[in-house]
């Protein structure tokens, strides 16, 4: 049996305006929750561009045994670990009509078992109720054209800053058959923390509206999968972006 880890983070590189660091100040910080789950597979969000953020990103994930999956882009990126896991294919898709909401999907094989995932790293449109509909859509399109790239129906792993607190979950993901991986965790860890901190780093939110706390990262999983979520985790301390680094350890 193989137990893999896979991360999830919006990283918010190039907010500059409320960071207590700059970008290369905080690879330390990316690098230390990396170290910390030491995930086969990082779905990375708000990456950055250019010669300033992104080649940076790339040779701290080196340094942990992570390489950059081809054809990402527009900020989403899919880093993995060839020791754990095999590349098998790898691209990005936009999620509207004008291009500006993007995922970086892979589909990978894991070594030691041989089971074969696809993963996506999502990151929907922001705002309030008022963009509600446009996540639903941004989502709805996601699995549609998952269906076109995954026709095997191998088991799906969708994780990401989904700005919706679950509502996206509950409208689009579970009707179709997939679960949040928080539900059906075997065992948790800071689940009563907000995953998004409201633009702070200086210290992480503790939720006292809800028991599991105010939830914009999420790892949707095919129902398949339902069983074999062994833990579910996220990293709330000072963080290098104002959301949690969030792991799922799957048994394969």
Do not use: C
């Amino acid at each position: 049996m193989s137990v893999l880890t896979i991360a999830s983070q919006n990283l918010a590189a190039e907010a500059k305006s409320w960071q207590r660091k700059t970008f290369a100040g905080r690879l330390d910080d990316i690098g230390d929750g990396i170290a910390y789950y030491r995930p086969g597979v990082f779905l990375a969000q708000e990456t950055g561009g250019g010669l300033l953020y992104l080649p940076r990103l790339d040779r701290e994930m080196k340094r942990h045994g992570l390489r950059r999956a081809p054809h990402g882009g527009r900020w989403r990126h899919i880093y993995y670990n060839p020791d754990l896991v095999r590349r098998n294919r790898s691209g990005l898709m936009s999620l509207n009509r004008l291009g500006t909401k993007h995922a970086a999907w892979l589909d990978f094989t894991d070594r030691l078992s041989d089971e074969r995932l696809f993963a996506t790293s999502v990151h929907l449109s922001q705002g309030n109720e008022s963009k509600a509909q446009t996540r639903y859509r941004e989502g709805e399109t996601l699995l549609r054209k998952t269906a076109h790239l995954n026709p095997r129906k191998y088991p799906e792993i969708h994780g990401g800053d989904f700005n919706s607190h679950g509502l996206v979950g509950r409208v689009v993901f579970e009707p179709r058959h997939y679960v949040d991986a928080l539900d059906v965790a075997s065992t948790t860890k800071h689940k009563g923390y907000n995953t998004y901190n409201g633009r702070s780093t200086v210290k992480p939110i503790h939720s006292t509206q809800q028991i599991d706390g105010d939830h914009d990262d999420h790892f949707y999983v095919s129902s398949a999968l339902k069983p074999f979520i062994a833990h579910w985790s996220q990293r709330p301390t000072v963080v290098p972006s104002d959301h949690n680094l969030i792991a799922i350890k799957v048994r394969l």
